[in-house]
Structure formats: C-alpha cells, structure tokens
C-alpha cells in the first residue's frame, strides 16, 4: 500500500513550458487534492475533484488545469510555466465523510 | 484578517520541556480540526485530529475552543525528534471539502 505517490519528484521548467504533475493513490479514496507551499505561505488549494470525472477551483487556480479521469489518478497541468509558479506541489487525498486529508512526498518545481 | 492564524515561532525549548501551540480560526461554521506535523523538505503528515472534548495520544494532547475560536497542541516531555513544523488545518464553510491551513509554528527542541 503505497498511499499517494507523486511524479516526478523535481523538475526544471523554462518560462513557456509546459509540463503535468501526476498524482496517485491507492487508497481508493473519492477525493483528491492539489495544493501549492511557499515559504512564509503556507499551503494553498491550487485544485480539487471530489470524484472521478469531477474538478472545482481552489483558492489559487489561475495558470494551471487539472483532470480525473481515474478515480486513483489527479492530473496538475501547467500550460505555459512562469516564475511565480516555482513552488512545493503536494497532492493528497481523504476518503469520503472523513476530513483528515493525507499527502504524497510533493514536487519541488522550479521556473527560470 | 487569514482564516487560519498561527505564531511563526520558532520555539526554541530544551529537552524535557513542555510547549503549547495555538491555532485561531475565523470561521465559526467549521467543524473538523486537525494538526499535522512537516518535517524540513517532507509532506505534511496527519499529527491527530481534534475532537471537542479534547484528546490525548501519547505526549501530545489537542484541544478545541470553539467559544473562542482556536485549538491548542500540548507537547509534554519534548523530545529532540519533534523538531519539525507543526500545521493547524480546519475544514471550511462547513463540510469536509476543504481544508484550511494555517502556516505552522516551528518547534525546535535543544539537548
């Protein structure tokens, strides 16, 4: 049981560039998450499904698409990368009627 | 005025100490309360949840005040291990589908 996994663990962007973040679990949990940290931030809801075929806006969803296209599966797209994306992007999940929320390791982006 | 509010610290504390941590939320209507704990460069992971009569697990006890509007996190005999970030996260507008975090209070403990 593995839990929420996260692809790729770093990455190199070039301003324009377009890259997506692959989230999974296998906890066969309903909803899925994706938050951005920064330092002094703390953590931010980029975007969110609470099942599969489903997404809503967070509090930060501007320059980046996702998709569910698998329940075990929550897609982060960033279409065209700028510096003020460079962040941590930690993925997580909760099952439904539970609040607590668990994380994968996180991706540490970085946009030059 | 940010939803969830916490002291930045850091809380510097020798071993064997106790330390407490407070969390204020702002929205009244939020029912679930948790701590998590983030070590330097990790994910956060799931320290416990906080329930209204106030729980205990091991050296760690949280507790709710919903009159005031924040929830505490007690660290008894500190242990140089429990030098991390600590997080408080509230569920939103009632419900479970969002979490609002605060951003974290850094413990460190000293030999």
């Known amino acids: 049981n593995a839990g929420v996994t996260q692809t790729p663990k770093f990455r190199v962007l070039k301003t324009g560039q377009s890259m997506t973040l692959l989230c999974a679990q296998d906890?066969?949990?309903?909803?899925m998450y994706w938050y951005r940290q920064d330092p002094g931030m703390g953590l931010r809801l980029i975007h969110y499904?609470?099942?599969?075929?489903?997404?809503a806006k967070g509090e930060v969803p501007d320059g980046y698409n996702v998709s569910r296209l698998k329940k075990q599966n929550f897609l982060l797209g960033l279409e065209s990368a700028a510096p003020s994306q460079t962040s941590v992007y930690f993925c997580?999940?909760?099952?439904?009627?539970?609040?607590?929320?668990?994380f994968g390791p996180g991706t540490r982006l970085t946009v030059t | 005025r940010k939803e969830v509010e916490q002291d930045p610290g850091p809380f510097n504390v020798p071993e064997g100490a106790t330390v407490a941590f407070n969390c204020t939320y702002s929205n009244s209507a939020s029912q679930s309360f948790f701590w998590y704990r983030q070590d330097c460069r990790k994910e956060p992971k799931l320290l416990m949840s906080?329930?209204?009569s106030g729980n205990e697990d091991g050296r760690f006890t949280a507790q709710l005040n919903r009159a005031s509007q924040y929830i505490s996190l007690l660290i008894r005999d500190s242990k140089l291990s429990d030098s991390a970030t600590y997080l408080c996260?509230?569920?939103?507008?009632?419900?479970?589908?969002?979490?609002?975090f605060g951003a974290g209070t850094r413990l460190a403990v000293h030999p």
């Open positions: 996260a509230v569920t939103s507008l009632g419900g479970y589908n969002k979490l609002i």
């Open positions: 997580a999940s909760r099952q439904q009627g539970k609040g607590e929320q668990y």
């Open positions: 906080v329930y209204s």
């Open positions: 499904s609470v099942g599969e075929g489903t997404t």
């Open positions: 906890m066969n949990h309903e909803y």
